[in-house]
Nanobody, 121 residues
Framework: QVQLVESGGGLVQAGGSLRLSCAAS????????MGWYRQAPGKERELVAG???????NYADSVKGRFTISRDNAKNTAYLQMNSLKPEDTAVYYC???????????????WGQGTQVTVSS
């Protein structure tokens, strides 16, 4: 089994910063993709940022230039540095990690429990 623990959410004023962390533990042979999604009340879950095993990243247009995704492979941890936060960034943020538990089997996506980010105006 694989567990993901997210941390770093909270309440911040517009223009402020937060850093989210997502640590994976359990039976892990390797991790491929790592990403962050968010879901605001009444809206669908959307991709915020992703990073592959080679370090290539992609971002939603709405966060480009403000958010940075990174990973520490030794710690099986993904990070999302969020700067210049806006009220429209308010949402529950979820991390997702593609984990391979052995050399030959397929990878599986595991989701974090979600962490609330609230940006006040």
């Amino acid at each position: 089994q694989v567990q993901l623990v997210e941390s770093g959410g909270g309440l911040v004023q517009a223009g402020g910063s937060l850093r989210l962390s997502c640590a994976a533990s359990g039976i892990i042979f390797s991790i491929s993709r790592m990403g962050w999604y968010r879901q605001a009340p009444g809206k669908e879950r959307e991709l915020v940022a992703g990073i592959d095993s080679g370090g290539s990243t992609n971002y939603a247009d709405s966060v480009k230039g403000r958010f940075t995704i990174s990973r520490d492979n030794a710690k099986n941890t993904a990070y999302l540095q969020m700067n210049s936060l806006k009220p429209e960034d308010t949402a529950v943020y979820y991390c997702v990690v593609e984990v391979f538990t052995d050399y030959v089997g397929p990878g599986h996506d595991y989701w974090g429990q979600g962490t609330q980010v609230t940006v006040s105006s």
